[in-house]
């Protein structure tokens, strides 16, 4: 050991040490070697012991040397048991270095331990009070044994450890309750009732915080039950027996719900009933969604597993209202892709309904038991209105939330209409000289290039393109991903005019704005690429489609000023003169890109493909770079959800002829040219404003450069005694926090789930999900910036 400098060292052990099972009642739980940290400012006899006691247990070891290596080190690894040097303050205090541990997520199943002098013989035994409030778990009496290190690591391991493991294990059960579509109540031996999960709050009507810690005595019963049913489910469960069968309970309207009830005794500690599980369903003899169950009243001495497939993930919205399953599939389809199954119901549940839609719905229950003439006069009529502009929602009142408020007022809106001698002129950014000497994609600087190389993944991070190309990412990513696609053997063009054409599109995207610029096209290219190789759009769609799409996806916020189409119509700018205050932006981008292409052969794409060819691909830009202004959000996602995903979730619930999902009947569907159409638009929207759904550190550096613009928007509309748009996005009194919250659940959650439903993106509803859970940990803690604040 004397022979280590390093700031971190990490020790490999010659044992080979692999995970154990360990199980947690029916579940099998997988563990990893554990992992063990040392913060220790010096090398001595102690560090030692404590390195040789982690390779005698099969532990994974490092070693820290500073506080703020021991916590980089420790977000990166997430030890299970950290070892503080507390015997010497003069190097670090071992109560800050606590703290800042503490201070991190990860940390809340972690053990730390504090290493602490050895008293001298007439010293009094010191309190570990001081240490416990600083986050310590326990102390260790400075001892350079190898044996006592060792003793006091497996102590540990089979205390502390295994319980945290065991917790985390029971966190995930939780997790599971939580999205389970079942109502769920767990109540103790006593009847107390101790867990509800969502899904019963929402059957009853109650909020968790009004039942917890009553007893099931306490509240109101149902009439429509036969008087001695309690005592016949009381009878059988405390005999250790499962009941099942038919109840009335009372919700908290009073109105009485019939429900499917499976009760199940739980043996807990000294072989005794701890806890009782209800498993309740509303009762519905038709829905083939609920699984069938005995109507006649049931005690059994088996406890089978709860037949609880169907996990949704809930609405992150107030007042959301439950999906209809679409996850439980018999037996005969096993192979269909469940982990679509949350996104697909979801879509059943959306609160953006417009009145069309109700319509379609009523239809297709007439449908049902209508003679087969006048079903196929529904389906012409279905037909006519899906292809209609009938699609707008009625958006419900946003007044309770400023954030969401000023968002749609922001962003699907085209300002209050202003007589003001205002006038707001874009400051073009053409000069030709800041280009630079053209390159091919075979003599990309190498660094560059091996970045390239990484682009089909969807963690891929423009960010540091971004800084290697000096802000030209998208000519270096445009000429990568357009090669992949076959752009240039299907437009006849060579790759010198490829390469003109992506310079002079990112030379006028402006650079001095912080979000509208080449990096976010870049960005929004890079997801499109993403969408298109996914197996179901793919087979969507034709290479024309998938042309349009990348050139649509490099063009549509070409020279934005960085202000928002409302800010231009209050400013009485020219374009918003010139097209009539309607799509502002969206129009001037579509239009420019197409006068900037045409303008010079050297960088015309279109030269050498036939008029009918150039004028199939125009429309299909225009329409998809249209696609991405706000105001018609709901519309398309509306229509994509009622013509794409709910027919392709109703031919894979009826079909049992096959297990495959994408089936003729849902290719029918996906291949028609209106649903082309809804596919390409769906497929930019959710690539422009994909930032949620990025890893954690991109998502917080779009949300930051979103808010500079907004901000900067808000500065320029009080200078010039313009409305403000948006006021709460002021820079001294915004909360980024609570305007991502408000994006995410009035945009984004809706959309994402949709496109999810359709095209299977599980890791972008992952990082959705956790990025949300970032903004409101942040929105919890008062917090109103980034990044929450350093430890004090």
Not at 7 to 30: D, F, H, I, Q, Y
Not at 55 to 80: Q, W, Y
Not at 459 to 478: C, M, Q, S, V
Request: charged letters at 25%; glycine letters at 4%; hydrophobic letters at 35%.
């Amino acid at each position: 050991m004397s022979g280590l400098s390093t700031e971190e060292l990490s020790l490999n052990g010659p044992l080979k040490v692999s995970a154990t099972e360990e199980c947690v009642g029916p579940m099998r739980l997988t563990k990893e070697p554990i992992q063990v940290l040392l913060v220790f400012a010096k090398e001595d006899s102690q560090s030692d012991a404590f390195w040789w006691a982690c390779d005698r247990a099969g532990f994974r070891c490092n070693i820290a040397r500073t506080p703020e290596s021991a916590v980089e080190c420790f977000l990166d690894k997430h030890h299970e048991i950290i070892v503080i040097d507390g015997r010497h303050s003069r190097y670090f205090e071992p109560e800050a270095v606590c703290r800042m541990i503490r201070a991190t997520k990860p940390s809340e199943s972690t053990v730390i331990l504090a290493v602490v002098p050895q008293k001298l013989p007439d010293q009094e035994e010191p309190s570990v009070l001081p240490l416990l409030c600083a986050g310590f778990s326990r102390r260790f009496v400075e001892n350079s044994s190898v044996s006592a290190c060792y003793n006091e690591l497996i102590q540990i391991e089979h205390g502390e450890v295994r319980c945290q493991f065991k917790l985390r294990a029971c966190n995930s059960v939780f997790t599971a309750l939580e999205y389970c579509q079942e109502a769920v109540e767990i109540t103790s031996e006593d009847h107390i009732i101790q867990y509800v999960n969502p899904a019963f709050e929402r059957m009853m009507g109650y909020h968790r915080g009004e039942l917890i810690g009553k007893e099931l005595t306490e509240l109101p019963k149902s009439d429509k039950n036969r008087a001695d049913l309690l005592d016949t489910i009381n009878t059988c469960i405390k005999k250790g027996k499962e009941w099942q069968g038919i109840y009335f309970a009372r919700k908290k309207s009073g109105d009485s719900i019939q429900q499917q009830v499976k009760i199940l005794p739980v043996i807990g500690q000294g072989g005794k009933i701890r806890h009782f599980v209800a498993i309740k369903r509303a009762h519905t003899d038709n829905n083939n969604q609920v699984l069938k169950m005995n109507k006649e009243d049931r005690c059994s001495g088996d406890h089978p597993q709860s037949e609880c497939h169907s996990l949704r993930h809930r609405d992150r919205r107030k007042d959301s209202i439950d999906a209809r399953s679409v996850g439980s599939r018999g037996s005969d389809a096993p192979s269909l892709q469940n982990r679509r199954y949350s996104s697909v119901a979801r879509i059943h549940s959306m609160t953006i309904e417009a009145p069309i839609t109700k319509v379609i719905n009523i239809i297709n229950a007439a449908q049902e038991s209508s003679p087969v003439t006048v079903a196929e006069a529904l389906d012409r009529v279905l037909e006519i209105l899906r292809t209609t502009e009938l699609y707008s929602p009625q958006l419900a009142s946003k007044d309770d939330d400023p954030h969401t408020n000023d968002l749609v007022g922001g962003l699907m809106t085209d300002g209050l209409r202003r007589l003001s001698g205002n006038e707001y002129v874009f400051s073009k950014n053409m000069s030709q000289s800041q280009l630079a000497i053209p390159v091919t994609l075979s003599d990309v600087p190498p660094s560059i290039a091996e970045m390239l190389n990484d682009e089909e993944r969807w963690e891929f991070n423009i960010l540091d393109l971004e800084a290697a190309t000096h802000k030209r990412p998208l000519t270096y990513l445009g000429l990568k991903i357009f090669t992949s696609f076959g752009v240039c053997d299907f437009l006849n063009c060579s790759e010198a005019t490829l390469r003109s054409w992506l310079q002079l599109m990112e030379a006028n995207y402006h650079s001095s704005n912080s979000y509208h610029n080449s990096t976010h096209a870049a960005d929004v290219l890079h997801a499109t690429a993403y969408f298109l190789r996914k197996e179901r759009v793919k087979s969507s769609l034709d290479q024309l489609d998938e042309v349009a799409a990348l050139i649509a996806a490099t063009v549509h916020d070409v020279d934005h000023p960085g202000r928002t189409n409302s800010f231009l119509c209050n400013a009485g700018s020219e374009l918003a003169i010139l097209y009539n205050d309607t799509a502002v932006l969206e129009s001037h981008h579509a239009a420019l890109a197409f006068q900037l292409t045409i303008r010079d052969g050297k960088s015309n794409i279109f030269k050498n493909i036939d008029r009918n060819q150039f004028r199939t691909l125009r429309q299909a830009i225009i329409d998809m770079v249209l696609a991405t202004e706000m105001t018609r959000h709901f519309e398309h996602v509306s229509k994509f959800v009622n013509s794409i995903n709910k027919p392709m979730a109703a031919i894979e619930e009826t079909s049992t002829s096959s297990t495959n999902s994408d089936c003729e009947g849902q290719s029918n569907i996906r291949n028609s040219p209106e649903n082309r159409l809804l596919i390409k638009r769906m497929l930019i929207k959710c690539a422009d404003v994909a930032n949620p759904c990025r890893p954690l550190e991109l998502c917080i550096e779009w949300a930051g450069r979103i808010s500079e613009e907004y901000f900067a928007q808000t500065d320029e509309e009080k200078r010039q005694g313009l409305p403000v748009v948006m006021p709460v996005f002021d820079r001294n009194t915004c909360s980024v926090p609570k305007s991502q919250i408000s994006f995410i659940d009035y945009f984004i959650t809706d959309m994402f789930d949709a496109w999810d439903a359709f095209a299977s993106l599980p890791n972008l509803m992952e990082h959705l999900s956790e990025n949300y859970k970032y903004w409101k940990n942040l929105d919890d803690m008062k917090c109103k910036s980034l990044r929450p604040p350093p430890p004090s």
